[in-house]
């Protein structure tokens, strides 16, 4: 099976930012066997976090943006691409 890798930018709310920091921390390492969460990252810039994970495909993605990343408290947008390794710099 050919995994995808994403990255979901985020957007969150100022004042409930020390709250969605601390549910981004809280998320499992797997979510519903079919979605890999690699790390979640303070981003500067536009975006305030990021997640970068790996898939079974795009539907499983978009399931977990919508149902698991878009409805923690604070998080205002998304923002999901998918992305293409062009070298791995260490093993998983």
Same mark, same amino acid.
């Given at each position: 099976?050919?995994?995808? +890798?994403?990255?979901?930018?985020?957007?969150?709310?100022?004042?409930? #930012?020390?709250?969605?920091?601390?549910?981004?921390? #809280?998320?499992?390492?797997?979510?519903?066997?079919?979605?890999?969460? @690699?790390?979640?990252?303070?981003? &500067?810039? %536009?975006?305030?976090?990021?997640?970068? &994970? %790996?898939?079974?495909?795009?539907?499983?993605?978009?399931? @977990?943006?919508?149902?698991?990343?878009?409805? +923690?408290?604070?998080?205002?947008?998304?923002?999901?691409?998918?992305?293409?390794?062009?070298?791995?710099? &260490?093993?998983?």
């Amino acid at each position: 099976m050919n995994l995808s +890798i994403y990255m979901t930018l985020l957007r969150v709310d100022r004042p409930k #930012a020390k709250n969605a920091l601390k549910s981004l921390k #809280a998320l499992p390492k797997t979510w519903r066997n079919n979605t890999r969460i @690699f790390y979640v990252a303070n981003v &500067f810039g %536009e975006w305030d976090n990021c997640v970068w &994970f %790996e898939a079974n495909d795009h539907d499983h993605a978009m399931n @977990f943006v919508q149902n698991k990343i878009s409805t +923690i408290p604070g998080v205002n947008h998304t923002y999901t691409l998918p992305t293409s390794p062009i070298r791995k710099y &260490f093993r998983r």
